[in-house]
């Protein structure tokens, strides 16, 4: 490609422009007449990601010996300082996938969270390549949750990590919790349900997915035995609030209500099943 058709990554700042010049041979030497490269512009941390991937030197100074972590806003800068590295977090697209896999980055890095790169996976594909790269698909984080219990719902990521990677939709954290007792997730919820999800599996201080979310403020108290099944009593402590084993914290009260709404419905239809069971014995 001759010079005049190359790109440039000045001025490109989102994603897929940066793509682009990377697509157009854009020159990871280019300096501009302060003698600053790409990176002294960078605007976030994703886009330093990626001029350090395909080559920019994070340890270029310009004219006057300045770094570029120099120009750069705060959290640019922070990553500069403390050793720009590749890293699967964040990284949602192809190219970064394959940039990362080029260098060497880890697949199961943990964040702040503990958390490694796949409970952030949002599509099937990508749970595949995180995996393929060598992540542990069963990891769990300091609560004991595993990505199940924060990937999104209704995208396929659920029945990947089901079906294909043998996660255990009823698997709990910690405290006892399961995907139904924290998630606050709608379409998640659904595709734990889906996957075989048991609504009656009760937490260690004995609470089932309805009794937790009601102790925490997700609907009307109740002492009745309509939201317990035979044998399923114990105590009525209060436990972590939803969206602590995992979860995403507090819902919407709207969908607090949908959620609990799907979930009486199903306990409803396991109390029955069981009770025709006991029955016929």
């Known amino acids: 490609m001759n010079a005049a058709a190359r790109g440039s990554y000045f001025g490109a700042h989102d994603l897929p422009d940066l793509i682009r010049q990377y697509q157009s041979d854009a020159p990871v030497d280019e300096v501009d007449a302060n003698g600053r490269t790409p990176l002294f512009r960078a605007q976030s941390v994703l886009e330093a990601r990626f001029l350090v991937l395909v080559g920019v030197d994070p340890e270029h100074r310009d004219h006057t010996g300045a770094p570029a972590q120099y120009h750069t806003g705060p959290e640019v800068g922070r990553y500069l300082v403390h050793g720009p590295k590749a890293s699967y977090f964040g990284a949602h697209h192809k190219m970064l996938w394959s940039l990362n896999r080029l260098a060497e ?12 790169p796949i409970f952030y996976a949002q599509t099937p594909e990508e749970v595949t390549f995180l995996v ?3 992540a542990d698909p069963g990891a769990t984080d300091p609560t004991g949750a595993s990505p199940l219990f924060t990937v999104p719902g209704g995208c396929g990521v659920v ?7 043998r996660l255990d939709p009823n698997g709990r954290d910690h405290a006892g919790n399961t995907v ?6 709608v379409e998640l919820l659904k595709d734990v349900l889906a996957s075989g999800a048991t609504p009656i599996l009760v937490n260690r201080v004995g609470q089932n997915p309805i009794e937790y979310r009601e102790s925490h403020g997700g609907g009307a108290s109740s002492e009745t035995t309509s939201n317990r099944l035979p044998n399923n009593r114990g105590p009525n402590a209060p436990g972590p609030k939803p969206g602590g084993g995992g979860g995403n914290g507090r819902a919407a ?3 607090e209500g949908l959620i609990l709404g799907i979930l009486r419905g199903i306990f409803g239809a396991f109390a029955e ?5 006991s029955q016929r014995r």
């Open 105 to 116: 980055a880890d697949p199961n890095e943990r964040d702040e969270l503990g958390r490694t």
């Open 132 to 134: 393929e790269a060598g």
């Open 159 to 165: 029945e990947e990590l089901v079906h294909t990677h």
């Open 180 to 185: 139904l007792h924290t998630t606050q997730d």
């Open 253 to 255: 009260s709207g969908d």
């Open 273 to 277: 099943i069981l009770g025709a069971r």
